[in-house]
């Protein structure tokens, strides 16, 4: 595995570290540990299983308990947890794009772009959930896009899975409140080619944490 720029970081998985979570382990005895998947193998190899946005309610009702601890994303935590009966015990790290949207600015897409219809990423503020159509992870925002053609519609997410979405659905008009990932856009295409080139920079991980990092990744995949 490579990575082309070794900048490129994300604020969620630099908000936790395995430390904090052997610490929330031992705060919580038997609680299970359910980390989302951006965060670091170090992370996951402290958890008990991992989760997307687009499957967290189903990996937290899976382990049949009344409590989980859900990592790093606050909001994504307390979204999901306003779906499930399942208490859910949240950390504080945001998505350092998606914490950029608020409710007062669908209500200024809804006055600026009568009709439009808004998406909201569960990364967001839950009043952002709370105030639009619809919210989901990117797969499940593109399903709703084309099973319900609306003819405006707005992804509140970051701005190039945004634009990943609306490249398929030319005839739609898609408004465009451009939130851009500064690590994301560390990846170039240039930096891609070089890094293929001089295979460069290597991502090792060490078998300590690769191994039970996988396990939880396992876990996850193998919930249907
Ligand atoms: S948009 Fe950027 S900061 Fe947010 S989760 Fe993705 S990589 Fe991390």
């Known amino acids: ?112 772009h009568p009709g439009v219809v808004a998406l909201a990423h569960p990364e967001c503020p839950p009043d952002v959930p709370a105030e639009a159509d619809f919210a989901g992870s990117t797969a499940a925002m593109s399903s709703y896009v084309a099973k319900e053609r609306p003819p405006r519609v707005v992804l509140l997410t970051e701005c190039s899975m945004s634009d990943n979405v609306a490249l398929q659905y030319p005839d739609l008009a898609f408004i465009r409140p451009c939130n851009l990932c500064p690590h994301m856009k560390k990846i170039t295409l240039g930096n891609i080619r070089h890094a293929l080139e001089t295979m460069q920079h290597e991502v090792t991980i060490d078998q300590r944490i690769a191994a039970p990092a996988r396990l939880a990744v396992e876990r996850m995949l193998a919930i249907r």
């Open 1 to 112: 595995m490579l990575i082309p720029d070794r900048g490129a970081g994300c604020s969620l998985a630099d908000s936790i570290t395995p430390e904090d979570v052997r610490l929330l382990r031992e705060s919580h005895p038997g609680v299970p540990i359910v980390t989302y998947v951006n965060t670091s193998a170090a992370v996951k190899a402290e958890s008990d299983i991992c989760c997307t946005s687009g499957n967290a309610r189903a990996v937290i009702e899976s382990l049949g308990v009344e409590r989980v601890i859900m990592l790093p994303d606050e909001y994504l935590a307390k979204n999901i947890a306003a779906e499930t009966k399942v208490k859910v015990i949240t950390w504080t790290g945001h998505c350092e794009v998606h914490e950029r949207f608020s409710a007062g600015e669908v209500r200024q897409l809804r006055e600026d």
